[in-house]
């Protein structure tokens, strides 16, 4: 994983107030509460007394309750309260575990995978979005989430896996793609056509016009968008599991309809026919290996992937490979 990092890591309604969570992110097990604001925090699932799981416990004063011997952690990870030793006495400084820095917006919680200090900034989003309405949908796919990145910046792959879909018409022609690379984001722009056994595929900088072209963006570490429209986007969070799974966290957003009804029923056609979609891809990229992709693998790839060069190339950089 790139460290020093926020990512995505569950959507605002997956954590529900007086209740503790478990999840296993990046590698990691950690437990998730609110506190008596709402404010997520986010600890490492093991108790520092005995090991029990803190996920088990109760949410006790806005704090989270070790369900053993009752130590009481803040979102700091600090135990405040030993109850065996008197609840007014403090408990030692050395009582506590590893503690995410959280930020909630959106819908999304992100957690800070690094060090503190080196957190300056709130976590990027697409706050162009901010604007329209959505309905979302959480997958699980058996990779990496690097391999979950790329197929979503594979623009090749359209006419054979989503022939049925969003890739009919065997355009299998791929111009360019032009890749731009902003720093932590990569947008990318799309030309695939008919081949009429004539046409030699566009180089990138053979493109004129491009930024007329379809397009999608990826920002680092694991959020994505499509510019279905001017008023209809997909958006995903490639949420990372471990080394071999991954959450793909998939959003259907418009700005056409703003009537109640009309906008949920809208959006819950655009949801369904993203599921569709995406499960197309999930078939596919599941039996791909290794689970995990690199800058230098065994793969022999074609002008077509540049987006998922650019991808890997800029991730090894920033984990300072
Ligand atoms: S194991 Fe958590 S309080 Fe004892
Ligand atoms: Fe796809």
Known sequence: MIFNQWYVILESKELKKNKSLRVKRLNTEMALWR????????????????????SCGKVVNGMLECPFHGFLYDQSGRVKVIPAIGR???????????AFKTFESYGLIWIWWGDEE???????????????????FRDPWNVHYSRAIENQLDVVHLPFVHRTTIGSGNKTLVNGPVVIRDNEMIT?????????????????????DYEKLFHLQFHYPNIWQNFISDKIRAF???????????IVI????QRMFLIPFLKQ???LIGIWVSIIILRQDKRVVETQLPKKSRMKMDERLIMGDKPIVEYRKHREEMMGQ
């Open 35 to 54: 506190d008596d604001n709402g404010q997520a925090g986010c600890i490492d699932n093991r108790c520092c007394h005995r090991g029990v799981s803190l």
């Open 88 to 98: 007014n006495r403090q408990p030692p400084e050395t009582m506590k575990v590893p």
């Open 118 to 136: 080196k957190c300056t900034a709130e976590p990027f989003f697409f706050k162009e979005l901010a604007g329209f309405s959505f309905a979302s």
């Open 188 to 208: 990318f722009y799309v030309k695939n056509v008919v081949d009429d056994g004539k046409a030699v595929p566009q180089k990138p900088d053979e493109i004129e």
């Open 236 to 246: 995903a969070a490639f949420v990372p599991v471990d080394d071999e799974n991954t």
């Open 250 to 253: 998939i959003r259907y957003y």
């Open 265 to 267: 029923l809208v959006n």
